[in-house]
């Protein structure tokens, strides 16, 4: 089976691995889940019961503590609706559609209320 010169740099960069102590890795991953979380305007209620885990693990994860399986990120993902692989992503990119709609708003004038 033959892959392409891109695919192989894909495999390559996945396996590549950034030194990072452990704690700091826990902590970037919490932010990671909060800030997705926030994104699609989901509360820890929400992920925590669609991803059949406790909202005290879920803030443990967000809060960069403890560990965590990559069973419980798999459902936390699926909960997110991302890929694993968007959970270490370093930046959230809004939505098409939310930037839109944040751009028709800023466009509207300011009406007293």
Do not use: C, W, Y
Request: no cysteine; charged share 25%.
């Amino acid at each position: 089976m033959s892959t392409t010169p891109s695919a192989n740099s894909k495999v390559a960069s996945l396996h590549r691995e950034i030194p990072i102590p452990d704690g700091d890795f826990l902590h970037f991953l919490g932010k990671r889940v909060r800030q997705l979380r926030n994104v699609r305007g989901m509360t820890r209620k929400t992920v925590a019961r669609e991803a059949d885990v406790s909202e005290r693990h879920l803030a443990q994860l967000e809060a960069g503590e403890g560990n965590v399986s990559i069973v419980l990120l798999r459902r936390i993902a699926a909960a997110l609706n991302v890929s694993l692989l968007e959970l270490f992503a370093p930046e959230v990119e809004e939505p098409a559609e939310k930037q839109m709609i944040q751009r028709f708003l800023e466009r509207l004038p300011n009406q007293p209320p």
